[in-house]
């Protein structure tokens, strides 16, 4: 028989005290969670302006960025001009992938076959694919708690592997390390700067962006970056060398390189055509058609992302589960960060079985949080058997074991980021009062 309403009222009167102790929201003592209804997968859409450029291109038939008549610029080259003038680089090629694009900046900057290059103990399995693909052998530095590369052991690793002449960063989850350190130390090693900026695009490091400190660096157009095209990449540089090159590497043979806007003058190309080989590896016309919008709403974007960011961020350690979760703190140069995603430190006082009933909990209300660590996770090391650590690296493990991953689509609306931030709070509850 259903309750009157002034028993029902009564009924949750009594159900609000609970051993004598006053519970703050009485529906949760019966079990009522909150549930995130929205799928975290959710890519930002194509703006109207990029899918009325594709659908021109496609009734042209010009998908190939060479197919333009005389005095005209392909869609590739209007889109790496906007790159570049957004990023305040001066040569940009557009590739088919940021894997391709951080493959090219070790094969522009002579890494040898079987030369050691030191990277991020913490990245996605990606950037030791690149090395793999470029003929490199990786050799992983220690990331620290605040997920960036730990400087001082960048200093020992460089000393324990003389030969190693390129440092790989990468800017996972678009959060930039100590680059002057990094850089200093590359310097008086002799090794040559790499950034990957795939995570990084819009990221500013001491007011400029991501990117400069590097002698090049390469920024993604995955389906889950800020520029969406499925896949795609751009190589930046400001050395016409390593411009020229990689338009060579990418397909720009004879004298195709006419038909860039972004590439260093012809007498840069030299005899590369000829010596230098043809992965065929270009960006299409299709996929910068569908760039070229995004952006332009790139720090609008970022605004909104990191309006979000904070407002969860503070929501989350102003709960009385904060004490069991750490933010990772940006670095101090960090002059405007991109949070299109959330990282969350796991108390060590949480136990490993806690840990994966944590994630259980968020899965099972709507959230699919992903631990770095977990043993199927292709930002965990020791999953890269192609390209396997060989120096033990406990900094990293013990960090990834703890370390959580949220995205945070631009499509959700500001209520479902209150149903995430409850279903984390609530999943560390339902952990730790069992």
Known sequence: MALSKIAFTAFMAMASVTNGMVVSDPTKTFGVRTMVKRDIKTPDPIPLEGIQEAVSVMETGRLYRYNVMPGEKSVVSKCEEEIAAYTGHKYCVGLNSCGSAIMLMMKCT???????????????GAVPSAIEHAGGKAVYVESNYEHVMCVEDLEKKLVMYPNAKHVLVSHM?????DMKAIADACKRHDAILLEDCAHSLGVLYDGEHSGHIGVASAISAQSYKMINSGEGGFLLTDDPDIAAKCAVYAGAYESLNSKHTTVPGPEYFKEYPTTIPNYSIRMSNLAAA??????????????????????????LEGSS??????????????????HDSIQINLSKDLSEGQINAFLKECSAHGLPVELFGHKSNARNF?????????????MTAEMLKR??????????DDSDFEDLANVIIESLEAVVKK
């Open 173 to 177: 989850r678009g959060k930039v390390g």
């Open 321 to 338: 589960m904060a004490k069991y979760m750490s933010i990772p703190k940006l670095t101090p140069e960090v002059t405007r960060m991109v």
């Open 110 to 124: 002579g890494l040898e076959q079987g030369g050691e290059v030191l990277s991020n103990a913490f990245t996605f």
């Open 290 to 315: 569908v760039i070229r919008p995004q952006i332009k709403t790139l720090d609008e974007r970022t605004e909104k992302y990191n309006k979000r960011y904070h407002d969860l961020v503070e929501k």
């Open 403 to 412: 370390a959580v991953d949220c995205r945070m689509p631009l499509m959700w």
């Open 382 to 394: 020791v999953n890269w058997e192609f390209a396997p650590a060989e120096d033990p690296l406990p």
